[in-house]
């Protein structure tokens, strides 16, 4: 082989070996009103400030389908044709709260978790699983039993969790919006931390 033909074949190995390594990958985030930001600015939320924590990362980009309101049925609905479009590597699953606020059936809850589970590994992405709680005046035992769904999904599919989205925030008055539901500016830096500390072992992983 004459010494220009090697001298453009080692030059295209390693051009294609800087494009994957520099290759964008999506996260994507799929929640309710506590990803989508409700009530701040974009750029205070939990899912920017991860964004920034990743910066000098060039590999990841956080891809934001939160939706306020929205439960883990409509997720199941909007999921395939997000996980078609952006085809991310892992998704960040954090449905359920509206389900529990409205009573629903935990079964219900399971089976669409599940199934978005399901449907994500299909489409090659890994999940990392967002516990939720809801407030004890639903009765001890539906709120003990919708705080063990989350680890029950993630023991069965061998997922990490972060166990409790708003830990840190829950038991803060001062951390909330005048509804006393939705966290303020000053609690996503929290949020991000707890989300953030699971994430980075999935990242470091990969």
């Known amino acids: 082989m004459h010494r220009l033909q090697i001298f453009l074949l080692t030059i295209m190995a390693f ?7 520099n290759a964008t990958e999506n996260i994507l ?3 309710d009103s506590l990803s989508a ?5 974009v750029e205070q939320g939990w899912v920017t400030l991860l964004q920034k924590q990743l910066s000098e990362d060039r590999r990841w980009r956080f891809v934001n389908a939160s939706v306020s309101g929205e439960t883990s049925t409509g997720g199941l609905t909007r999921l395939p044709a997000l996980l078609g479009e952006h085809k991310p590597k892992i998704v960040i699953l954090e449905l359920g709260a509206n389900d529990g606020l409205r009573g629903q059936p935990l079964t219900l809850l399971q089976k669409n978790l599940q199934a978005m589970i399901d449907a994500s590994k299909t489409a090659g992405a890994k999940v990392l699983l967002v516990g939720m709680q809801i407030p004890t005046n639903y009765g001890p035992r539906y709120t003990r039993e919708f705080r063990e769904t989350y680890s029950e999904l993630a023991e069965k599919n061998n997922l990490p969790l972060v166990p409790f989205l708003l830990e840190g925030v829950a038991t803060n008055g001062n951390l909330f919006q005048n509804d006393g539901l939705h966290p303020n500016a000053e609690a996503q830096a929290i949020i991000a931390r707890n ?12």
């Not at 051009?15 to 390594?21: F, G, I, L, P, V």
């Not at 930001?37 to 600015?41: D, E, P, Q």
């Not at 989300?195 to 990969?206: D, F, G, P, Q, R």
């Open 15 to 21: 051009a294609n070996h800087s494009y994957a390594t």
């Open 37 to 41: 930001g409700y009530g701040i600015k």
């Open 29 to 31: 985030v799929f929640g």
């Open 195 to 206: 989300v953030s500390a699971m994430l980075m072992t999935m990242l470091s992983e990969k």
